[in-house]
């Protein structure tokens, strides 16, 4: 297996353009999450889905974050409009299931860049 | 919610020095699971801890969790430029996410 896909690696944008970012999670992985890093926040969870379904997005920032997944392969994390603030580096994870038995796959990750 | 402190915040040492971070909870926790972040890569899972006082070894890593598994801590033993990174303790929250510290950056000096 490839492990986690995520794409872009890479995007800088402008202040008030919409960014979406997407994620191939593990094949079989029933869970996946969306995290944000930052020097000053760390690792943050935004929000998590089981077998698609979000099921905890506490840790989204604001009305501007949306995140989907329409199918087992595929989810995508949107920021509309995106700010300065949302400089990042975005990581999506994906596991069988939940702590304790089972350790989460990270992605390479998307950094993002909001001029 | 629940929340870890992860000290030192930083760590230098020489090649060949050992190297401890700490994991702290004012509450009792659960489980908890550690990860290494290379520089400019993504979090790797190393190990999970669930058992009060249980210690585990891989190679020059030893991990603790705490009698009261309200702390635990990663040990390296004779540090190597390869263990360079930063590493965090993620505890497992209530619903079975995790809760990832601060992090500890090491960096080892050859």
């Known amino acids: 297996d490839a492990g986690v896909i995520q794409s872009p690696r890479h995007e800088v944008t402008e202040m008030g353009q919409e960014v979406t970012l997407r994620c191939k999670p593990i094949?079989?992985?029933?869970?996946l999450f969306w995290y944000r890093q930052t020097m000053m926040r760390g690792l943050e969870l935004l929000i998590y889905?089981?077998?698609?379904?979000?099921?905890?997005d506490s840790g989204m920032p604001e009305d501007r974050f949306s995140a989907k997944m329409p199918n087992a392969s595929f989810s995508t994390l949107k920021i509309q409009p995106s700010e300065p603030r949302d400089s990042a580096v975005y990581f999506c994870?994906?596991?069988?299931?939940?702590?304790?038995?089972?350790?989460?796959?990270f992605g390479p990750g998307t950094r993002l860049t909001v001029l | 919610g629940q929340q870890v402190m992860q000290i030192p915040q930083y760590q230098h040492v020489q090649e060949g020095e050992d190297f401890t971070t700490y994991c702290n909870s004012s509450?009792?926790?659960?489980?908890i699971q550690w990860y290494k972040q290379r520089p400019g890569g993504h979090p790797v899972f190393l190990i999970q801890?669930?058992?009060?006082?249980e210690v585990k070894k891989q190679k020059r890593l030893t991990f603790q969790f705490g009698e009261a598994k309200k702390n635990s801590s990663l040990h390296i033993t004779a540090t190597q430029t390869t263990d360079v990174g930063t590493y965090f303790c993620?505890?497992?929250?209530?619903?079975?996410?995790?809760?990832f510290g601060k992090g500890t950056k090491l960096s080892v000096k050859p």
């Open positions: 994870a994906s596991s069988l299931g939940l702590a304790p038995y089972n350790e989460q796959f």
């Open positions: 094949s079989g992985h029933d869970y």
């Open positions: 889905f089981n077998n698609n379904v979000p099921i905890d």
């Open positions: 509450t009792t926790l659960s489980n």
């Open positions: 801890l669930v058992k009060s006082g």
């Open positions: 993620a505890p497992g929250g209530s619903q079975g996410n995790l809760i």
